[in-house]
């Protein structure tokens, strides 16, 4: 019944689904029924077979069906053919069949022909055969039965059943074929046909892609390589294996979104603005960690916000951080010469945790004499030997300590807290600062003693001067006793230099012996223990031969006093011209330190027949494969001064000064070169430059003498304006003054007595250096020709000097007192650039310097008593380092300035500006008035310029302190003179 057949094809259809789920095959149709809306053409053999028929789906969509029942009649072959199928790609196809098929019971007055199956064929072709038809050609694929052939429905009727068979056939190798069904007598309708294959569908897993891919159709899977989407890179090369059933089996390897991407929906996209993906992966793009931004998409990292940063190593991951604040709480424990500091965590640590601390340490100067801070602070680093406990840089704790440091010295730390991204931001370093001054300390011990000689009765002994000082060294305090006697007696010995000799020894005895130095901070601490023996007696007496002996000795003593009776008396009437032997005079001198006064005396190297002779006398003749010239330090007045070492055989090597005779000297200019020697190798004191030796024969002709580092006193201040304490400058005047109180003890007149002619070491000690024979006349730049002829340097020498020659140690106290005034200030040339007339005349009618800027009173007060016109009334040597050695002991005296107190009115006037070269007219004068000394002296008194000053009132001085009537007046008076004067010309103040 072809009606019912119809009546139910409404139910087909077929369901593509349109999505792809993964793994899951795709199918691609070759033919599909359904599709077709007009007549599909099959043939239908014979031709009252299959017919094909019209009809609609459940949506009324027409479809083509075709349908055979002749189950009335016998022996049916009805055969349907379809169209040509190009086979495209596949290699295994599938046929789906939609049918209704009735069975025979459902159909009455059946006569036993009705069938209930029909079969199903192909035919392989390379091309379309069109209508040519051969049944034998083609291979049947199966007999196709009903499962169901009708269905109950609630009312109890039978309907008919639409079943669905799909058959594969494969491995198809042709370009196409045909498929067939055969009816033998059954009653049947063919709602659909549709033939597909399958493949394994264009997918995207791994974040790789695979191309639609066709099975094998034998067994085997297809291995298939994928491509990294785009913006990513391969970890492992990606693969899959397409089955025969079109599904993707097995995934391997990988592909990773590049940096700056991440996965969204099996691609990599770029990371939004506010994220950022440093690294290659499949992660997702991260915020941007704290005081980091991305303004753009597809970041690797972000940027940090001002004054933030990473540093090297940092992680992207981490928040951008800045330097700490600085250190707070900064605490200074002194202790002596060492500091305790400690301080706190800075407040901010810049939100990291490696912050480390650092000290630095800067020794400044530019603090006044009272210890207030003169605000023109000069530091520089300090020295490399002061030690940090732990370490100075790159501190985990809170504290440090600082040892070594000078005594009485300004010292600044900065403690600065770093982080590891200090070094990107200097200019955001912060540190706190905290400025100490140490305390007086004691000397550190001596440390190396070395015997120098030793006999049966007495031993020479020569150390080094302590490591640290601290201060100027006073004394060494010599203690020893007898081994035996363990300290029970002992002997105390005071020694100035650095050596000594202890006599009175007993012989062949073994002596302890310990040596502290004394500065003014009292004495240091006590070498270790040295022991020495003394030499045995060279010869002993037997009792027999003591008799024997006695004669010879006797003999021997007589034998000696007949020889020196005949010298003498030979020697009387030969030598009548000579007062005094030159051998006579050597008795005089010692070797020791412990030296009597008045014994040693200079003598003066001109009373020698042949100078040379004196040179060997007084100085040591050096072998120049000895020494080593280094390279030149400075200019002598007879050829370079060069420093350089000498290395004598079983000593120390040290460093030298090597003054040379250039070449093409006449005898007198040899004679006055070596002079200096034989007046130097005199000399044996701690501030006098010592003489190492000489080179006489050989070329060139060279004197060497102990090296100071510091050159030049003159220039050394200059370089160091303001850069010491008080008590510092006071231990370079006493060094002088000692000096020059052993010079003057020994009977040596200086005569040209002048910073340029002191010499400064390392320690800051200063030297007595200079002795020239024709000295003063020759080799001085200051000398200058007096109207008496001779060649004096005019700023340092007495008047009585300048006018009659009168050289004296009390000639040489005044120039002292010009060096005090040089020392005081910083290496300021005496009377400026006054004309040496100008000074002579000034200092002739009783005008003298006026106290250098923050000088002590008290220094200032010695000037003047080097300065008494009255040469008897200046002070001895003596005095002045006793005076000197107190200040030290007390330097709070020196706090006192003579700036701000009462100056008498005798002074010349204070010109520091050397634009001004005399006080010619008012406005010069103005000029020098507004020099500070005007200001100092007068602070506190409110005038609107300096000439108001004329008429200042004793009222007016009592307000700034000068209450003493006598220099009230004398100021006042000055200044009304200098009204009165300036019409007149220049008038001293
Ligand atoms: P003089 O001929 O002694 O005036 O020396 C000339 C210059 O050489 C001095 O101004 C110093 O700069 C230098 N000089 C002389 N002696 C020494 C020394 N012992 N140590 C270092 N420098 C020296």
Same mark, same amino acid.
């Given at each position: 019944n072809s009606d019912s057949l119809t009546r139910h094809s409404y139910v087909v259809f077929v369901f593509f689904s349109p999505f792809f789920f993964f793994f899951s095959p795709t199918t691609v149709n070759l033919l599909d029924s359904k599709a077709s809306q007009g007549e599909l053409g099959w043939i239908s053999y014979p031709s009252h077979g299959w017919e094909e028929i019209s009809g609609v789906d459940e949506h009324y969509t027409p479809i083509r069906t075709f349908q055979v029942c002749n189950v009335m009649e016998y022996s049916q072959n009805n055969w349907l053919r379809t169209n040509w199928i190009p086979r495209q790609s596949a290699q295994k196809i599938y046929v789906e069949l939609k049918f209704t098929l009735r069975d025979c019971n459902s159909i009455p007055l059946v006569l036993g022909t009705c069938k209930e199956t029909f079969n199903l064929l192909y035919l392989e072709t390379d091309d379309d055969q069109g209508s040519h038809f051969r049944e034998h050609q083609f291979s049947k694929i199966d007999t196709i039965a009903a499962d169901e052939s009708f269905t109950q429905t609630d009312l109890g009727d039978r309907i008919l059943k639409l079943n669905t068979e799909v058959r594969e056939v494969g491995p198809l190798t042709k370009k196409g074929f045909y498929l067939a069904f055969q009816d033998v007598g059954a009653c049947v309708a063919l709602v659909s046909v549709r033939v597909y294959f399958k493949k394994c569908p264009y997918t995207v897993r791994n974040l790789a892609t695979f191309p639609d891919t066709v099975p094998m159709d034998s067994h085997s899977l297809v291995e298939v390589k994928g491509l990294c989407v785009n913006h990513s890179k391969e970890e492992e090369p990606p693969r899959m294996y397409c089955s025969t059933e079109g599904e993707w089996l097995v995934p391997i390897g990988k592909c990773l979104c590049n940096p700056g991407y991440e996965e969204r929906s099996n691609t990599c996209q770029m990371c939004r603005a506010g994220f950022y993906k440093s690294a290659l992966g499949n992660l997702e793009c991260s915020k941007c960690p704290p005081h980091s931004f991305s303004h753009h998409e597809g970041s690797l990292h972000c940027g940090c916000e001002k004054n933030f940063f990473r540093a090297e190593g940092d992680p992207a991951s981490m928040a951008c951080t800045r330097p700490p604040s600085a250190p707070r709480n900064v605490i200074s424990s002194i202790n002596e010469t060492s500091v305790i500091l400690d301080w706190s965590w800075p407040e901010d640590t810049g939100g990291r945790r490696d912050v480390t601390f650092t000290v630095l340490c800067k020794r400044c100067r530019g603090v006044t004499a009272n210890g207030s801070n003169s605000g023109t602070q000069r530091c520089e680093p300090c020295r490399s030997n002061v030690r940090f406990l732990p370490r100075a840089a790159g501190l985990h704790n809170t504290t440090v300590t600082v040892g070594d440091l000078l005594a009485h010295t300004n010292y600044t730390f900065e403690i600065e807290a770093l982080n590891g991204v200090s070094a990107l931001a200097p200019k955001m370093r912060q540190y706190a600062a905290v400025t100490i001054t140490t305390n007086q300390a004691a000397p550190s011990p001596v440390t190396v003693i070395r015997k120098e000689k030793t006999s049966r009765n007495s031993v020479s002994l020569s150390w080094q001067e302590p490591e640290r000082p601290n201060g100027i060294i006073l004394d060494y305090e010599i203690k020893y006793y007898e081994k035996e006697e363990q300290e029970t007696s002992y002997t105390i010995l005071r020694a100035r230099g650095c050596n000594v000799t202890l006599n009175g020894l007993k012989s062949n005895t073994a002596y302890l012996l310990q040596i502290r130095a004394r500065t003014a901070a009292g004495y240091g601490a006590s070498s270790p223990t040295f022991q020495f023996e003394t030499s045995p007696d060279s010869f002993s007496i037997s009792s027999e031969s003591s008799q024997v002996v006695l004669i010879a000795i006797s003999a021997a003593v007589a034998i000696i006093l007949l020889t020196v009776l005949l010298y003498v008396l030979i020697g009387r009437f030969c030598c009548r011209s000579k007062s005094k032997h030159p051998d006579e005079k050597r008795l005089h001198f010692g070797n020791g330190h412990l030296r009597l006064p008045g014994i040693r005396t200079y003598v003066d190297p001109h009373t020698y027949e042949d100078p040379s002779q004196a040179v060997h006398e007084f100085a040591k003749e050096l072998d120049a494969s000895c020494i080593a010239i280094d390279k030149v330090v400075g200019a002598g007045e007879f050829g370079e001064?060069?420093?350089?070492?000498?290395?004598?055989?079983?000593?120390?090597?040290?460093?030298?000064?090597?003054?040379?005779?250039?070449?093409?000297?006449?005898?007198?200019?040899?004679?006055?070169?070596?002079?200096?020697?034989?007046?130097?190798?005199?000399?044996?004191?701690?501030?006098?430059?010592?003489?190492?030796?000489?080179?006489?024969?050989?070329?060139?002709?060279?004197?060497?003498?102990?090296?100071? +580092?510091?050159?030049?006193?003159?220039? $050394?201040?200059?370089?160091? *304006? @303001?850069?010491?304490? &008080? %008590?510092? #400058?006071?231990?370079?005047?006493?060094?002088?003054?000692?000096?020059?109180?052993?010079?003057?003890?020994?009977?040596?007149?200086?005569?040209?007595?002048?910073?340029?002619?002191?010499?400064?070491?390392?320690?800051?000690?200063?030297?007595?250096?200079?002795?020239?024979?024709?000295?003063?006349?020759?080799?001085?730049?200051?000398?200058?020709?007096?109207?008496?002829?001779?060649?004096?340097?005019?700023?340092?020498?007495?008047? +009585?000097?300048?006018?009659?020659?009168? $050289?004296?140690?009390?000639? *040489? @106290?005044?120039?002292? &007192? %010009?060096? #005090?005034?040089?020392?005081?200030?910083?290496?300021?040339?005496?009377?400026?650039?006054?004309?040496?007339?100008?000074?002579?005349?000034?200092?002739?009618?009783?005008?003298?310097?006026?106290?250098?800027?923050?000088?002590?009173?008290t220094l200032y007060q010695l000037m003047l008593d080097c300065w008494q016109k009255e040469r008897n009334n200046r002070p001895k040597f003596e005095q002045i380092v006793s005076i000197l050695d107190k200040l030290i002991r007390n330097p709070g005296s020196l706090k006192i300035t003579a700036n701000t107190t009462s100056r008498p009115a005798n002074l010349l006037l204070d010109r520091s500006s050397s634009e001004v070269p005399s006080m010619g007219t008012m406005g010069d004068w103005m000029d020098g008035m507004r020099t500070l000394p005007c200001k100092e002296a007068f602070s506190g008194v409110s005038y609107s310029s300096c000439d108001t000053l004329a008429k200042t009132s004793t009222e007016d001085l009592k307000k700034v302190g000068v209450t003493i009537v006598g220099p009230q007046k004398k100021i006042v008076s000055s200044l009304k003179a200098l009204d009165s004067h300036t019409k007149n010309g220049p008038v001293p103040v």
């Open positions: 001064v060069c420093s350089g070492r000498l290395k004598l055989p079983s000593k120390k090597e040290i460093c030298v000064a090597i003054k040379t005779l250039k070449g093409g000297y006449t005898d007198k200019q040899r004679r006055d070169f070596l002079a200096e020697a034989s007046i130097m190798g005199q000399f044996d004191h701690p501030n006098i430059i010592r003489l190492e030796g000489v080179v006489t024969r050989s070329k060139p002709v060279m004197i060497v003498t102990e090296y100071m +580092e510091n050159g030049s006193l003159d220039s $050394f201040l200059r370089k160091h *304006d @303001a850069q010491f304490t &008080g %008590i510092q #400058l006071v231990g370079m005047l006493r060094g002088i003054a000692s000096g020059m109180k052993y010079l003057s003890d020994m009977g040596y007149v200086h005569r040209d007595l002048a910073a340029r002619n002191i010499l400064v070491n390392s320690n800051l000690v200063c030297k007595v250096s200079d002795f020239g024979l024709s000295r003063v006349l020759e080799d001085d730049p200051e000398a200058a020709y007096t109207t008496r002829g001779g060649k004096i340097p005019i700023r340092w020498t007495a008047p +009585e000097a300048i006018a009659y020659r009168k $050289f004296t140690s009390a000639s *040489d @106290a005044w120039s002292y &007192g %010009i060096v #005090l005034w040089e020392v005081m200030s910083y290496g300021e040339r005496p009377y400026w650039e006054m004309s040496n007339q100008d000074v002579i005349k000034a200092v002739d009618e009783g005008y003298r310097l006026p106290p250098p800027m923050d000088c002590p009173a």
